[in-house]
């Protein structure tokens, strides 16, 4: 579940960088490249294009895939730090010396 998770949310985060950068700017007409933005109102139709849906529905999913990713991540990996890792390594590595040492002692 996690690897069919992880491919959805790298093709989600390609396509997503694909799609913003083939939209084209909102000032990007003939009017407002000299200067003139008085074609824009402050409340201006909202003209929503294929490509503004597209990416809306590429960031929630880009975003759900993210939130489901680092709670797989951290229920798999909960109570498991480094440091306790490292601290046990430690503990079993004297415990092995000691026995090593033992050994010698006694011959």
């Not at 294929?50 to 489901?68: E, G, H, Q």
């Not at 797989?72 to 090593?100: C, D, F, L, N």
Request: hydrophobic share 50%.
């Amino acid at each position: 579940m996690f690897t069919f998770i992880s491919i959805i949310h790298i093709i989600a985060c390609i396509s997503l960088i694909l799609i913003v950068l083939l939209q084209v700017g909102k000032g990007a007409d003939l009017a407002s490249m000299f200067g003139g933005a008085g074609t824009q109102s402050l409340f201006g139709t909202s003209s929503e294009t294929f490509m503004t849906k597209l990416t809306t529905a590429m960031a929630v999913i880009f975003v759900l895939t993210s939130i489901s990713l680092s709670f797989m991540w951290v229920s798999h990996y909960s109570g498991t730090s480094i440091m306790k890792k490292e601290g046990i390594k430690q503990i079993e590595a004297e415990a092995v010396k000691e026995e090593v040492s033992d050994g010698e002692t006694e011959k």
